[in-house]
């Protein structure tokens, strides 16, 4: 279940990147709902993800030392999340002001995949199967 979950985790964020970019370079609605939409599959698969994971799992059992040493448990307990959990509320608020045709739908759609470009563990296979 955690491979499947963690392969299908990491072939999601290929299309939330190639969605993402649509909706930078052309602000529309139905950009903005791919790339939306597509990062709240990515967000709802790593909160699954979260509850399978062996790595999450066992740095939440030692929190406090976790979060005194950097590496890649802290990454994935203390930023990733949050960085995706942001970087999704930007790309709603994207949504909602490219629905009304307003131009700061490109500004909320850039923060968003900027973010998302962040939080990404590049350190990580870039392909996983």
């Given at each position: 279940?955690?491979?499947?979950?963690?392969?299908?985790?990491n072939?999601?964020?290929?299309l939330v990147l190639a969605f993402g970019l649509w909706a930078l370079f052309r602000?529309?609605?139905?950009p903005g709902l791919l790339f939306a939409h597509t990062l709240t599959l990515q967000?709802?698969?790593?909160v699954g993800l979260a509850?399978?994971?062996p790595l999450f799992q066992g740095a939440l059992a030692n929190l406090e030392g976790?979060?005194?040493?950097?590496?890649?448990?802290?990454?994935?307990?203390a930023e990733h999340w949050v960085g995706g959990l942001v970087a999704l509320g930007l790309a709603?608020?994207?949504l909602s002001q490219a629905r009304k045709g307003k131009p700061r739908a490109r500004l909320l759609f850039a923060l968003a995949l900027a973010l998302v470009l962040l939080s990404i563990p590049w350190f990580r296979p870039l392909l996983r199967f």
């Amino acid at each position: 279940m955690h491979e499947a979950l963690l392969s299908l985790h990491n072939l999601v964020r290929w299309l939330v990147l190639a969605f993402g970019l649509w909706a930078l370079f052309r602000p529309g609605v139905r950009p903005g709902l791919l790339f939306a939409h597509t990062l709240t599959l990515q967000v709802v698969l790593g909160v699954g993800l979260a509850f399978v994971s062996p790595l999450f799992q066992g740095a939440l059992a030692n929190l406090e030392g976790v979060m005194q040493t950097p590496g890649e448990a802290r990454y994935f307990v203390a930023e990733h999340w949050v960085g995706g959990l942001v970087a999704l509320g930007l790309a709603h608020a994207g949504l909602s002001q490219a629905r009304k045709g307003k131009p700061r739908a490109r500004l909320l759609f850039a923060l968003a995949l900027a973010l998302v470009l962040l939080s990404i563990p590049w350190f990580r296979p870039l392909l996983r199967f």
